[in-house]
Every structure is written in C-alpha cells, then in structure tokens.
C-alpha cells in the first residue's frame, strides 16, 4: 500500500507564501514523476507543476515564475513553493507520483488527499 500525505496547505494573503509538501511512503520501489494539481470550485483539475526523474520542470503557464517544485528523492518528498500567491490561486492542491510498488512490483499512480490552499484579504 503506497500513500501521499500533503502538508502545507492553509489561509494567505495575496503576494503571499506557501510551501506544500507531499511525502510517499510504503512500498516503493521508485518514484518517476512526481507533480501537483490543482482543483478550484466548479473546475475541472489541472495540473500546477511536476517533476520528472530526469529533464526539465513543467509548470503550468499561469504560474511560472512564481511556483516552484522540488524534490527530494531520499525522503520520497516533492515540494511546492508558491510565492506571490493571487486569488486565482486558491484550490484544493493534489499531490501525484507515478511510481514502481515494491510488494508486488508493479506501475502505479498514486494521489494525495489534497490540501486546501486559500489566497484572501
């Protein structure tokens, strides 16, 4: 049984900060890509960033240069760093890992249970 637990989540202003973070953990084997979404009221979800083994970021237009993700792969751990935050921002974030199990070995994406994140004044 593989789990992502998000942290981070919470209330900030706009122009603010926030950090999420999204921890893997039981039996794994490896993690490939590993990435964020985002769902908003009444949208459809969309992915924010991810961050794949090897090659470059993907960030989705709306918040490159402001988000960054990161990884660390001895903690099985991908962040989300997200400054100057706007409205527009607020969602439900959900982690994502596309990974290999250990017990059985097979493929298999994973999702978190989701953090809110809410930018208001």
């Known amino acids: 049984q593989v789990q992502l637990v998000e942290s981070g989540g919470g209330l900030v202003h706009p122009g603010g900060s926030l950090r999420l973070s999204c921890a893997a953990s039981g039996s794994i084997f490896s993690i490939n890509a590993m990435g964020w979404y985002r769902q908003a009221p009444g949208k459809q979800r969309e992915l924010v960033a991810a961050i794949p083994t090897a090659g470059s970021t993907i960030y989705a237009d709306s918040v490159k240069g402001r988000f960054t993700i990161s990884r660390d792969n001895a903690k099985n751990t991908v962040y989300l760093q997200m400054n100057s935050l706007k409205p527009e921002d607020a969602a439900v974030y959900y982690c994502?890992?596309?990974?290999?199990?250990?017990?059985?070995?097979?493929?298999?994406?994973?999702w978190g249970q989701g953090t809110l994140v809410t930018v208001s004044s």
């Open positions: 994502n890992a596309d990974l290999i199990t250990a017990r059985p070995i097979r493929s298999l994406e994973v």
